[in-house]
């Protein structure tokens, strides 16, 4: 059973509002990501972080920021949301071993934009 | 940078087999995976297999690599509506990051 939480579950807010989503894990996993989910069901990595004060862009660009700060936590931040930002957002993390690619998701944020 | 490529729908009866496939372009992964998505949730990885094997079983699920095509395949046997889900395989880059396909949605009509 995978303990990466995401919160909220479900979002739906008004262009131009400043929304954070919330990730966190209690696994000890030094990574961790944020991906994007479009209706076509197709994911794309937008950040990820390989430890505290590590942020790197994923292969999508995205208006979103995030910030590792604790090891635990991975915050995605939008200023100023768009409709265009409407998606599902979806948290992963993933540790040591030997299957330290392996992924584990939280539930994921279904983001709507009015 | 690494290309993942499935087909995108499939139906099939309760009870019947299922087999869904996907190509992939990076050779170096060390494992390749199935990841199962159901209604309103993440990703929950199903099964994966090392790339130096050709075949992986695993209950009801087998795992078919072929390396020469690049070709991956999940089989699942006595398919179940538990089963309807959306189904990706992954690849990765090398660099603890993976690369998804576009994903597959299995359908199981009772």
């Known amino acids: 059973e995978a303990d990466i939480y995401q919160t909220p579950r479900y979002l739906v807010i008004g262009t131009g509002k400043k929304i954070t989503l919330e990730c966190s894990q209690t696994m000890g996993h030094d990574k961790m990501y944020w991906y994007q989910q479009d209706p076509g069901m197709e994911l794309h990595l937008i950040h990820y972080?390989?430890?505290?004060?590590?942020?790197e862009k994923g292969d999508l660009s995205s208006e979103s920021t995030v910030s590792r700060i604790r090891t635990e936590h991975f915050p995605l931040t939008l200023e100023s949301a768009r409709p265009s930002h409407t998606s599902q957002y979806l948290c992963a993390s993933s540790g040591h071993g030997q299957l330290n690619e392996k992924l584990f998701f939280g539930s994921g944020t279904q983001l709507s934009v009015l | 940078g690494e290309d993942v490529e499935q087909s995108l729908f499939l139906s099939v009866r309760e009870g019947d087999s299922s087999v869904i496939n996907c190509t992939y372009t990076?050779?170096?992964?060390?494992?390749l995976y199935w990841y199962k998505q159901e209604p309103g949730a993440g990703l929950q990885l199903l099964t994966y297999i090392f790339s130096n094997m050709d075949m992986k079983q695993d209950q009801r699920l087998t795992v078919l690599l072929n390396k020469k095509d690049k070709h991956l395949s999940l089989r699942i046997a006595d398919t179940q509506t538990g089963d309807s889900a959306i189904y990706f395989c992954?690849?990765?880059?090398?660099?603890?990051?993976?690369?998804f396909g576009k994903g597959n949605q299995v359908v199981v009509i009772p």
């Open positions: 972080s390989y430890g505290v004060n590590s942020t």
């Open positions: 992954a690849e990765s880059d090398g660099n603890n990051r993976l690369a």
């Open positions: 990076d050779s170096s992964s060390t494992y």
